[in-house]
């Protein structure tokens, strides 16, 4: 159990809060009133955090203590019928620090002298009869999170609570049990800033195991309509949902109430075919995005205004740079749930992830934030010892996993892992032993990704899109080298830069790719891992496709890039070059401010094919992840080419002179896990069946 250093800490500063000098201190309300020192008294040694230019009302009232970094707050003006927002984002002291964490909904509610932060009941409502509604109310009640005493009445004559003490010391209940700290006592107040709509609070402490780590806390208030309607999920189209139970419902298939997740779209003028939107869905790109990469990312995130113009509005999503040698939108927080972020973490691992924060009763989007890593564009240069193996039982069926825990030594995690690294094998050997079933094959093998899935509330958000492109560049490398596609093939290395060492018109469309997935993720949509299956390989690699016709369904699923050998006229696009067919129709189902039953009634239609991760174990061979084209078995058989060779040139390509033969190895070793994953991939033809 935490020890309650706040109360502690109040003893020690008001040490004679007792009856006489209580009785001085009566406030000017009167009797009948609890008696509290006056607020000066109280704020001595305090200043105001004034955050606006204009210096408007905040939404709590700070005051700051920055010697003995102590924070006080004074509730908002009719908070008593208010709901607040608290999200919170490890800020710094993690692998992953950036990534969005845990949020809650919660209201006060003043017991005497304490106030109590209690969590509605969401999960089971009564929209029904009276009856029900009391029954429901009765049964399904609310979750006090966490309570503190009032220290005084603050100048809006509303209650003031120590704020430190509570995100410090109570923080653990706005994280849902994560976070904390081994030392309150050196809890250091980082940022603390008022504005009308939230107020941001970082503050920096040593974790568990003395790390030192900035939790930064987004308050804000959230009302209950904010003129939003909700639309209902169809399990046709892939939407990450927000679900209820109504129990004033007596019919059994209408008792889930289940909403999609989306932003708050208007037109700006109605009466317009084509309008601007009320308010556009604004990313930033953080400054800490390499200068090289910025234009990629920026290119990816605007792939989408082209579904959100078939539904009549014009620039729906805008970017803008933050800049820190100019300046420019630096005085936004990403943590700020105003702003939508692009961030880049230097941590040396292959991920990106697109959370977002809906409204808990309607499935408003309310803020998002895409991380992107920077492991992936290293991969380029070696990758695949360390992290292969896992991708190879990509697919594999539960029954089959089962048996390899019997067979350990066909499993091909371990066949594939280098002997020379004993430890990585054995270390391999027992995550295996350990997992349990998970829904994603790579999760269990790799810690970091592992790591995040702690973090993340709801598994069906896990997105594993860059650790597949990180194999897709180590693969990448050779078929550039190869295939002799620096030379040939329309592809001049002149062209462009090299990013990285990397040509960049190689480079850059996958990192546009990349983060048109994970900006989908942000705007609601879920995978959809049939999508890369709607298209041959013989139309991907033609004049009619290339540069003019996207070469999936959606960039939802994980697309391998597309390596052509002989099995089209020309090489193809990479990758996708704008959103496809799926993504058009999902956001026009999720968007339109028409019937949306209009938009499903052309769900029939081949290019319009959705399945999702839930379908990834089941029977169906085109539901896979990182499977290609409308034939995976030719897919197969053209990287099976590809891979025949790389063998051939193994010695002459992949060992320069002056280098060690281990580079020999490293690309037989490519080219083994290559081959594992199509025959992993075309097993499942043996006996599967199609899903429509
Ligand atoms: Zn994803």
Same mark, same amino acid.
């Given at each position: 159990?935490?020890?309650?250093?706040?109360?502690?800490?109040?003893?020690?500063?008001?040490?004679?809060?007792?009856?006489?000098?209580?009785?001085?201190?009566?406030?000017?309300?009167?009797?009948?009133?609890?008696?509290?020192?006056?607020?000066?008294?109280?704020?001595?040694?305090?200043?105001?955090?004034?955050?606006?230019?204009?210096? &408007?009302? !905040?939404?709590?009232?700070?005051?700051?203590?920055?010697?003995?970094?102590?924070?006080? &707050?004074?509730?908002?003006?009719?908070?008593?019928?208010?709901? $607040?927002?608290?999200?919170?984002?490890?800020?710094?002291?993690? +692998?992953?620090?950036?990534?969005?964490?845990?949020?809650?909904?919660?209201?006060?509610?003043?017991?005497?002298?304490?106030?109590?932060?209690?969590?509605?009941?969401?999960?089971?409502?009564?929209?029904? =009869?009276?009856?029900?509604?009391?029954?429901?109310?009765?049964?399904?009640?609310?979750? %006090?999170?966490?309570? %503190?005493?009032?220290?005084?009445?603050?100048?809006?004559?509303?209650?003031?609570?120590?704020?430190?003490?509570?995100? %410090?010391?109570?923080?653990?209940?706005?994280?849902?049990?994560?976070?904390?700290? *081994?030392?309150?006592?050196?809890?250091?107040?980082?940022?603390?800033?008022?504005?009308?709509?939230?107020?941001?609070?970082?503050?920096?402490?040593?974790?568990?195991?003395?790390?030192?780590?900035?939790?930064?806390?987004?308050?804000?208030?959230?009302?209950?309509?904010?003129?939003?309607?909700?639309?209902?999920?169809?399990?046709?189209?892939?939407?990450?949902?927000?679900? #209820?139970?109504?129990?004033?419902? #007596?019919?059994?298939?209408?008792?889930?109430?289940?909403?999609?997740?989306?932003?708050?779209?208007?037109? @700006?003028?109605?009466?317009?075919?084509?309008?601007?939107?009320?308010?556009?869905?604004?990313?930033?790109?953080?400054?800490? %995005?390499?200068?090289?990469?910025?234009?990629?990312?920026?290119?990816?995130?605007?792939?989408?205004?082209?579904?959100?113009?078939?539904?009549?509005?014009?620039?729906?999503?805008?970017?803008?740079?933050?800049?820190?040698?100019?300046?420019?939108?630096?005085?936004?927080? !990403?943590?700020?749930?105003?702003?939508?972020?692009?961030?880049?973490?230097?941590?040396?691992?292959?991920?990106?992830?697109?959370? $977002? @924060?809906?409204?808990?009763? +309607?499935?408003?989007?309310?803020?998002?934030?895409?991380?992107?890593?920077?492991?992936?564009?290293?991969?380029?240069?070696?990758?695949?010892?360390?992290?292969?193996?896992?991708? &190879?039982?990509?697919?594999?069926?539960?029954?089959?996993?089962?048996?390899?825990?019997?067979?350990?030594?066909?499993?091909?995690?371990?066949?594939?892992?280098?002997?020379?690294?004993?430890?990585? @094998?054995? =270390?391999?050997?027992?995550?295996?032993?350990?997992?349990?079933?998970?829904?994603? +094959?790579?999760?269990?093998?790799? !810690?970091?990704?592992?790591?995040?899935?702690?973090?993340?509330?709801?598994?069906? $958000?896990?997105?594993?899109?860059?650790?597949?492109?990180?194999?897709?560049?180590?693969?990448?490398?050779?078929?550039?080298?190869?295939?002799?596609?620096?030379?040939?093939?329309?592809?001049?290395?002149?062209?462009?830069?090299?990013?990285?060492?990397?040509?960049?018109?190689?480079?850059?469309?996958?990192?546009?790719?990349?983060?048109?997935?994970?900006?989908?993720?942000?705007?609601?949509?879920?995978?959809?891992?049939?999508?890369?299956?709607?298209?041959?390989?013989?139309?991907?690699? *033609?004049?009619?496709?290339?540069?003019?016709?996207?070469?999936?369904?959606?960039?939802?699923? #994980?697309?391998?890039?597309?390596?052509?050998?002989?099995?089209?006229?020309?090489?193809?696009?990479?990758?996708?070059?704008?959103?496809?067919?799926?993504?058009?129709?999902?956001?026009?189902?999720?968007?339109?401010?028409?019937?949306?039953?209009?938009?499903?009634?052309?769900?029939?239609?081949?290019?319009?094919? #959705?399945?999702?991760?839930?379908?990834?174990?089941?029977?169906?061979?085109?539901?896979?992840?990182?499977?290609?084209?409308?034939?995976?078995?030719?897919?197969?058989?053209?990287?099976?080419?590809?891979?025949?060779?790389?063998?051939?040139?193994?010695? =002459?390509?992949?060992?320069?002179?002056? =280098?060690?033969?281990?580079?020999?190895?490293?690309?037989?070793? +490519?080219?083994?896990?290559?081959?594992?994953?199509?025959?992993?991939?075309?097993?499942?033809?043996?006996?599967?069946? $199609?899903?429509?």
């Amino acid at each position: 159990m935490t020890k309650n250093i706040l109360e502690e800490c109040l003893m020690r500063r008001f040490p004679l809060v007792v009856a006489p000098l209580a009785l001085l201190t009566m406030t000017a309300a009167g009797a009948g009133k609890p008696d509290y020192k006056p607020f000066a008294e109280v704020s001595e040694g305090y200043t105001k955090v004034v955050s606006t230019a204009d210096g &408007a009302k !905040p939404f709590y009232g700070l005051y700051i203590d920055k010697k003995k970094n102590q924070l006080l &707050a004074e509730l908002p003006q009719g908070w008593k019928t208010q709901r $607040h927002l608290f999200a919170v984002t490890q800020a710094s002291g993690g +692998t992953f620090a950036g990534l969005q964490g845990p949020m809650i909904y919660a209201y006060w509610r003043q017991y005497d002298k304490r106030l109590a932060l209690i969590a509605p009941e969401l999960d089971t409502r009564s929209k029904g =009869e009276a009856e029900s509604k009391s029954s429901v109310k009765r049964l399904f009640t609310d979750t %006090v999170l966490v309570d %503190v005493p009032i220290l005084t009445m603050g100048p809006s004559g509303q209650p003031v609570i120590d704020f430190d003490g509570l995100l %410090v010391n109570k923080g653990g209940a706005l994280m849902r049990g994560r976070g904390g700290t *081994s030392n309150a006592n050196l809890a250091t107040i980082v940022k603390a800033k008022a504005f009308p709509q939230n107020v941001e609070v970082a503050i920096e402490a040593p974790a568990r195991g003395g790390k030192l780590t900035t939790y930064h806390f987004s308050i804000s208030k959230l009302p209950d309509n904010t003129g939003y309607k909700p639309r209902a999920a169809d399990e046709r189209v892939g939407y990450f949902t927000t679900v #209820y139970r109504d129990l004033g419902q #007596y019919d059994q298939k209408k008792k889930w109430v289940r909403y999609i997740d989306r932003w708050h779209l208007e037109k @700006r003028d109605p009466k317009l075919k084509l309008s601007p939107p009320k308010e556009p869905i604004v990313f930033h790109i953080e400054h800490t %995005v390499p200068v090289r990469y910025r234009r990629y990312i920026r290119n990816g995130v605007l792939y989408w205004n082209e579904a959100f113009r078939e539904i009549g509005i014009d620039e729906a999503i805008q970017v803008r740079f933050q800049d820190k040698a100019t300046g420019a939108h630096m005085e936004k927080d !990403p943590e700020d749930v105003r702003y939508n972020f692009i961030r880049w973490l230097n941590n040396d691992i292959s991920t990106a992830i697109g959370p $977002h @924060r809906a409204h808990p009763l +309607t499935g408003q989007i309310l803020d998002a934030d895409v991380v992107l890593t920077d492991g992936w564009i290293r991969a380029y240069w070696g990758w695949f010892n360390e992290q292969a193996p896992e991708l &190879a039982v990509e697919g594999f069926s539960a029954e089959t996993l089962r048996w390899l825990d019997e067979n350990p030594g066909w499993d091909p995690r371990v066949l594939l892992s280098s002997p020379g690294e004993a430890t990585r @094998r054995a =270390e391999i050997m027992a995550e295996i032993d350990a997992a349990a079933m998970t829904s994603d +094959t790579a999760l269990p093998l790799n !810690p970091d990704l592992a790591e995040i899935a702690g973090w993340m509330d709801d598994p069906s $958000h896990q997105c594993l899109a860059a650790h597949g492109l990180a194999f897709d560049m180590a693969f990448g490398r050779m078929n550039l080298e190869s295939l002799g596609l620096l030379e040939a093939g329309g592809y001049d290395a002149a062209e462009g830069d090299l990013l990285d060492g990397i040509p960049e018109w190689f480079v850059g469309p996958l990192l546009a790719e990349l983060v048109a997935h994970e900006v989908g993720h942000t705007i609601g949509l879920r995978h959809n891992f049939k999508a890369s299956g709607i298209y041959t390989m013989e139309q991907i690699n *033609s004049a009619e496709w290339k540069g003019k016709k996207p070469l999936a369904g959606s960039v939802m699923d #994980y697309l391998p890039p597309n390596f052509n050998l002989e099995t089209g006229e020309e090489q193809g696009d990479f990758t996708m070059i704008g959103v496809g067919p799926y993504d058009k129709w999902a956001i026009a189902y999720g968007y339109t401010f028409d019937d949306p039953a209009k938009v499903l009634e052309r769900v029939a239609e081949p290019e319009l094919a #959705y399945l999702t991760d839930d379908d990834t174990t089941g029977p169906d061979p085109f539901a896979r992840r990182y499977d290609f084209s409308a034939n995976p078995l030719t897919y197969a058989k053209n990287q099976m080419r590809i891979v025949d060779q790389h063998r051939e040139r193994i010695l =002459e390509k992949f060992v320069k002179d002056g =280098e060690s033969w281990s580079n020999a190895r490293r690309g037989y070793q +490519t080219t083994l896990s290559m081959q594992m994953r199509m025959l992993s991939m075309m097993s499942n033809w043996i006996g599967g069946a $199609h899903v429509n």
